[in-house]
């Protein structure tokens, strides 16, 4: 079974502050992770994924997420926010061999001001 | 732009009707998922095909069924609505099992 746990339903920051999105997966077997960005009354759109090979990957918006084996994480980051990101984040785990379905975590909505 | 289409966009019905969302994944594509995103549960996984076959099945009720046609368009069957079944049901595919997914812009279901 595998499962995703995503730290804080919202996060608030500063336009050009740090943005930092927490996610913390479990599977058994060696994950496919993937980060998904919602814009209000759209369908949810990929920023980046984790397969094999390089840990820190990056993605769309400036934003990257690092992976962490022994933490078992895949936090989202990006330098220095924008008012255009503000909209909800969604971390997935999908697994790399056999069969397994994608699952999302809760969602955390990133709220950034002026 | 995704490429997975689905439709109608919005539908308004009465409780106790039963309605079809489509969905048409992206060319290649022969994986469809369906989810359903209510304030309340967030993202719900419902059911995924793949090349016409029922892979999985999440949290999807007994009132709710769905087919993937030989031409890998999917639909998305509610009957017996409920107040409770308002929610933007979304559909996504992929060109494999374990991949990442594309989503459509999906179906806001109103149920009066």
């Known amino acids: 079974a595998q499962s995703v746990t995503q730290l804080g339903s919202h996060v608030s920051v500063s336009e050009g502050a740090l943005v930092l999105l927490r996610c913390n997966y479990s599977?058994?077997?060696?994950?496919?992770l993937f980060w998904y960005v919602q814009y209000p009354n759209q369908g949810l759109q990929l920023l980046l994924k984790?397969?094999?090979?390089?840990?820190l990957v990056k993605g769309i918006n400036g934003f990257e997420a690092e992976f962490k084996k022994s933490e078992t994480s895949f936090h989202l980051t990006k330098p220095s926010a924008h008012m255009s990101d503000a909209a909800e984040y969604f971390c997935?785990?999908?697994?790399?061999?056999?069969?397994?379905?994608?699952?999302f975590g809760k969602g955390t909505m990133l709220l950034v001001s002026p | 732009d995704s490429g997975v289409t689905q439709t109608p966009k919005h539908l308004i019905t009465a409780t106790g009707q039963r309605v079809t969302l489509r969905c048409s994944p992206r060319?290649?594509?022969?994986?469809v998922y369906w989810y359903q995103q209510s304030l309340d549960q967030g993202l719900q996984f419902l059911i995924q095909?793949?090349?016409?076959?029922?892979?999985a099945k999440g949290n999807i009720l007994e009132r709710f069924s769905a087919q993937q046609f030989p031409d890998l368009h999917s639909e998305l069957n509610l009957s017996s609505l409920e107040l409770g079944d308002s929610a933007l049901y979304f559909c996504?595919?992929?060109?494999?099992?374990?991949?990442?997914?594309?989503f459509g812009q999906g179906t806001r279901l109103t149920v009066v």
């Open positions: 599977s058994s077997v060696p994950p496919y």
């Open positions: 984790y397969t094999t090979g390089a840990t």
């Open positions: 095909y793949y090349n016409g076959e029922e892979r």
């Open positions: 997935a785990v999908s697994q790399l061999s056999g069969y397994s379905t994608l699952t």
């Open positions: 060319s290649g594509d022969l994986s």
């Open positions: 996504a595919s992929s060109p494999r099992e374990n991949t990442e997914a594309f």
